[in-house]
C-alpha cells in the first residue's frame, strides 16, 4: 500500500450544499411494501434524503457550495490558483464541471482546472492531488469541489438503490502554510471489482441506444436499464468492511497514532449499519464516529464533508480543530484515508 506524507498545507474552511426537495422513503410505496420500507429504512438508518429536483445538477450544487465557502472564509476568488472538482455526474460529456465553475465564478484565467471521475472516496482523493499540487509552494491556495446527483442514475423502480442515495456538493480550501501540520494519506485500490458498482451503458463503450433504455427485472426484484446505477450491495459491503478498518490501522501506524490520538473518525456515510459495522470492528466509541445520512442519504463524493458539517451544527460550532482521520470508499472499487491536523478550521453548516 502507497503511504505519502504532504508537509506545508492547512486547510481554511469547509462548505456544503443540499438540494431543497427532500424525498421521503415511506412515499416508496409503489416501489416496496411498507413493512419492508420500515425494515430497510431502520437498517440503514435513512427515512428521508435530499434530492435533486427537475434541471438541477451536480454543478449547480457545486457552485452554491463554492459560494458559501468564499463567504464565510473571506478568502477572494482572486487567490484561487487551482480548481479540483470532482464528480460522477457532470452536465457534459465535455467539458468538464470544472471549465464551467471557473467560468462562471470569474476566475482567474492562470487557474489550473483539473477534472476526476471518482466516486466515494472522491474527497480524499481529491485531498491528496490538491495537497501534492500545492506542498511545495508554487500554487497558493486551491479550491477541491465534490459533488454527485446519483439519484439521477437510480430507476425509480429500484428498491435497494432508491431508498439509499442523496444528492449534494461540498466544497473545501487548502492553502500553502510552511507552519501547515500537512497531511498523511495512503490508499488501496481493487480495479478487478470494478463492475460491483457501474452504470453499464452511457459511455464509448456501449452508448445510449433505445435497447440500453430498456427496463428489465433483475434477480432481486428491481427494475432497471442498462442506462441506471447498478449496485452489487454484497460485494460492495465486503469490500468495505474487510479494506477500510485494515487500511485505518495502518494509516495509524504509518502516522505513529493509536485510536485515543483521533479526534473525528469520519467515514464515507454509505448507510448507518455500515458506518457502525466499521466503527465496531475498529473498537471506535460512538462519540468520535459521526453518522449523519438521515434526511441527506448516501451523497457519493460529499458525504464526508457534509458529515464533518452537520457534526459541526449538531455541537454548535463553526470552527473545528483537532486531529481528523477520514476515509473514503466505494466505485473503483477503491479507498483511500487521510489524517489531517486541523486549527479553526471554518465550517459552513447550511
Known amino acids: ?87 460522477q455526474t457532470p452536465d457534459y460529456l465535455i467539458p468538464g464541471n470544472s471549465f464551467l465553475l471557473s467560468h462562471q465564478l470569474g476566475l482567474k484565467t492562470s487557474v489550473l482546472t483539473l477534472d476526476i471521475n471518482a466516486g466515494c472516496a472522491g474527497f480524499t482523493h481529491g ?81 445510449t441506444t433505445e435497447h440500453t433504455k430498456i427496463v428489465k427485472i433483475q434477480e432481486d426484484g428491481s427494475y432497471r436499464s442498462e442506462n441506471d446505477l447498478i449496485m452489487d450491495g454484497a460485494a460492495v459491503f465486503s469490500f468495505s468492511i474487510k479494506e477500510v478498518p485494515e487500511v485505518v490501522n495502518i494509516a495509524l501506524k504509518n502516522c505513529n497514532l493509536s485510536h485515543e490520538d483521533i479526534d473525528l473518525f469520519v467515514f464515507h456515510q454509505a448507510n448507518k449499519f455500515m458506518v457502525d459495522y466499521i466503527r465496531k470492528k475498529l473498537k471506535l466509541p460512538e462519540e468520535k464516529v459521526p453518522i449523519f445520512v438521515e434526511g441527506i442519504g448516501n451523497t457519493s463524493s460529499a458525504s464526508i464533508p457534509i458529515a464533518i458539517s452537520r457534526y459541526a451544527l449538531n455541537q454548535g460550532i463553526n470552527k473545528i480543530s483537532g486531529r481528523l482521520c477520514l476515509t ?8 483511500s484515508n487521510i489524517i489531517i491536523e486541523v486549527e479553526d478550521l471554518i465550517v459552513t453548516c447550511l
Not at 497558493?140 to 428498491?159: E, I, S
Not at 473514503?328 to 479507498?335: D, I
Open 127 to 207: 485531498l491528496i492531488v490538491l495537497g501534492k499540487l500545492i506542498s511545495n509552494g508554487d500554487i497558493k491556495c486551491g479550491l477541491l469541489v465534490v459533488g454527485d446527483t446519483l439519484t439521477k442514475l437510480v430507476n425509480p423502480q429500484d428498491k435497494t438503490e432508491r431508498l439509499l442515495f442523496g444528492d449534494g456538493a461540498a466544497a473545501c480550501i487548502l492553502e500553502f502554510d510552511e507552519k501547515g501540520k500537512g497531511l498523511t494519506a495512503c490508499w488501496r485500490t481493487i480495479a478487478s471489482d470494478y463492475n460491483k458498482l457501474i452504470v453499464p451503458a452511457g459511455g464509448m463503450k456501449t452508448p
Open 328 to 335: 473514503g470508499f466505494g466505485v473503483g472499487l477503491s479507498l
Open 1 to 87: 500500500m502507497n503511504k505519502i506524507s504532504i508537509p506545508n498545507i492547512s486547510m481554511r474552511g469547509i462548505a456544503i450544499a443540499l438540494p431543497e426537495k427532500i424525498e421521503f422513503n415511506h412515499q416508496l410505496s409503489d416501489v416496496l411494501d411498507d413493512e419492508d420500507i420500515e425494515r430497510v429504512s431502520q437498517t440503514i438508518g435513512i427515512y428521508s434524503r435530499k434530492v435533486a429536483g427537475e434541471g438541477i445538477t451536480a454543478f449547480n450544487l457545486m457552485l452554491q457550495a463554492i459560494k458559501n465557502l468564499l463567504k464565510t472564509t473571506n478568502i477572494s476568488k482572486k487567490n484561487i490558483d487551482c480548481l479540483v472538482c470532482i464528480t
